[in-house]
């Protein structure tokens, strides 16, 4: 199988090593690296931003509200800054991250985790996890769909109106899902999921040579970002 895109393992490394300083780091300034890091890397990878962020523009409103809340119960002004900074970086470097996975394909990144020790039924969750959301996105439009065709218009009604229709559709979609996981979970057993310990892959991922040259240079990388992060908290302690 021929993958145009670096080896996914190398991702999840990168990624890890992304998000745990994003979450470790607490200051604005030693987080910066950090934010340009991810920013750099959805440039290189050419990841689809766009259509990531197209998906996620209800999310903004909460994320700068989150980072507001964070300012103002700081109690001092500065103090506040500091933390609205770094709560508004760390959530840009979570979501950015996301759009690392989205260049591959679901089976590529269950094949991954299964090379990576991954137990196997866990990484079909995973995948049946995310094959699910689409699933449960596109009965919820079918449900709208539906009741415009009854004559039904959003735009017309009140917000309060609004919000109670969109309530009542929520039931419906959460019982297609757990109709359609029944169904699968018994075609599963059917065909004697977790009857053995191991699987067969059909196709197993190699690391290639961009793919080691990626990996060293992740590695690299996280090395000069903790050289960098211990110098600024050392002069920052002593000077």
């Known amino acids: 199988?021929?993958?145009?895109?670096?080896?996914?393992?190398?991702?999840?490394?990168?990624?890890?090593?992304?998000?745990?300083?994003?979450?470790?780091i607490r200051e604005p300034i030693p987080m910066l690296p950090v934010f340009v890091s991810a920013i750099v890397a959805v440039i290189i990878a050419r990841a689809p931003v766009g259509k990531f962020l197209r998906r996620l523009r209800g999310?903004?409103?909460?994320?700068?509200?989150?980072?507001l809340l964070q300012a103002l119960f700081a109690g001092d002004i500065m103090a506040g800054i500091s933390i609205g900074?770094?709560?508004?970086?760390?959530?840009?470097?979570?979501?950015?991250?996301?759009?690392?996975?989205?260049?591959?394909?679901?089976?590529?990144?269950?094949?991954?985790?299964l090379q990576?020790?991954?137990?196997?039924?866990?990484a079909y969750m995973l995948s049946i996890g995310l094959a699910f959301v689409p699933r449960f996105s596109e009965s919820y439009?079918?449900?709208?769909?539906?009741m415009q065709l009854r004559g039904v218009d959003?735009?017309?009604?009140?917000?309060?109106?609004?919000?109670?229709?969109y309530t009542w559709l929520i039931m419906p979609t959460i019982a297609s899902g757990v109709h359609a996981a029944r169904r699968l979970s018994m075609a599963m057993e059917l065909r004697g999921f977790g009857a053995h310990d191991k699987r067969s892959s059909y196709a197993p991922l190699k690391m290639r040579k961009k793919d080691w040259l990626a990996f060293a240079a992740?590695?690299?990388?996280?090395?000069?970002?903790?050289?960098?992060?211990?110098a600024w908290y050392w002069w920052c302690r002593w000077f």
Do not use: E
């Open 1 to 24: 199988m021929m993958r145009k895109h670096i080896d996914p393992r190398v991702t999840f490394l990168f990624l890890f090593l992304l998000t745990t300083a994003a979450v470790v």
């Open 59 to 67: 999310l903004w409103a909460v994320i700068f509200a989150v980072t």
């Open 85 to 113: 900074g770094t709560v508004l970086q760390r959530l840009v470097i979570l979501l950015l991250s996301g759009t690392l996975l989205l260049r591959y394909p679901g089976h590529v990144l269950v094949q991954a985790m």
């Open 116 to 122: 990576l020790r991954l137990p196997y039924q866990l």
């Open 141 to 146: 439009r079918d449900s709208i769909t539906a």
């Open 154 to 165: 959003f735009r017309q009604l009140k917000l309060r109106a609004r919000l109670k229709i």
């Open 218 to 230: 992740v590695l690299l990388w996280a090395g000069a970002l903790a050289a960098g992060i211990v």
